[in-house]
């Protein structure tokens, strides 16, 4: 949870709900006086919007024209609470936020076409005029809200509403409509497949062919 690369620009993540927001309009904030032309994205959840550092650091961002995007992945759900108990019903997160006097768009998450088209208006817009940009992006999670595990056991969300989000899987969605640019054909996608498997499988053998580390590797490659 805690990732950092200063060396692509990714300054890094926290697993505290929220807690990169300000982070990245600070960050923003000190391109912008260092003048220097670059675009902050900051990512977060649909429940990061009932945070009150969300609305903090978006009006910050308003007031002082700071050149950010704001990508808020909604998927619906805060652990095992749907929206409809922690907000207002019929509220759209894109419309309140653009009420707050910010250009704001909306797309769908699992479409990649849609995906790449929003971020590109939001990105020239921000270039363009300095100032910044929310992003709505409505998606879904098949597994538990934190591991690789399916969690339909524990029944907090129905059957029908899963069926739904996996027959709009983005995957096959990209796939399909790759295939009906007669960008990649059936073929194509097959050996994509068998490539990316086979460079699992070895990751694998790899790791557990592996000795143990030792006591002195423990902090290589760690960020400081």
Same mark, same amino acid.
């Given at each position: ?8 620009g990714?300054? %890094? ?6 807690n *990169? ?13 260092? %003048? ?8 977060? %959840? ?17 007031? #002082? ?7 808020? @992945? ?6 095992? *609470? ?5 907000q ?8 309140m ?11 769908? %998450?699992?479409?990649?076409?849609e995906?790449?088209s ?12 300095? @100032? ?26 129905? #059957?029908? @509403?899963?069926?739904?989000? &996996? ?7 990209? &796939? ?5 640019? &007669?960008?990649?054909? *059936? ?11 086979? &460079? ?25």
């Amino acid at each position: 949870m805690h990732i950092t690369d200063p060396s692509v620009g990714f300054v %890094g993540s926290t697993a505290i709900v929220s807690n *990169s927001i300000p982070v990245g309009v600070g960050l923003s904030l000190s391109s912008k006086i260092l %003048g220097k032309k670059q675009v902050t994205i900051i990512y977060l %959840g649909d429940a990061s919007v009932e945070e009150g550092v969300f609305f903090e650091s978006l009006n910050f961002a308003i007031v #002082k024209q700071i050149p950010v995007i704001f990508v808020c @992945e909604n998927n619906f759900y805060s652990v095992y *609470s749907p929206l409809s108990v922690r907000q207002p019903v019929n509220r759209k997160i894109h419309k309140m936020v653009k009420a707050c006097h910010i250009k704001s768009y909306k797309a769908n %998450g699992n479409h990649t076409h849609e995906v790449i088209s929003a971020f590109l208006k939001a990105k020239n817009f921000v270039e363009k005029n300095g @100032e910044p940009v929310f992003l709505e992006f409505q998606t879904y999670r098949w597994f538990e809200h934190c591991g690789p595990n399916l969690d339909d056991h524990l029944k907090y969300r129905n #059957k029908k @509403e899963l069926l739904y989000w &996996k027959k709009n899987d983005p995957i096959k969605i990209l &796939k399909n409509y790759l295939i009906k640019k &007669k960008w990649i054909d *059936s073929n194509s996608v097959k050996s994509m497949k068998n490539s990316i498997i086979n &460079k699992v499988n070895l990751a694998f053998k790899y790791a557990k062919k592996s000795p143990f580390p030792k006591k002195e590797d423990l902090y290589k490659y760690l960020y400081k």
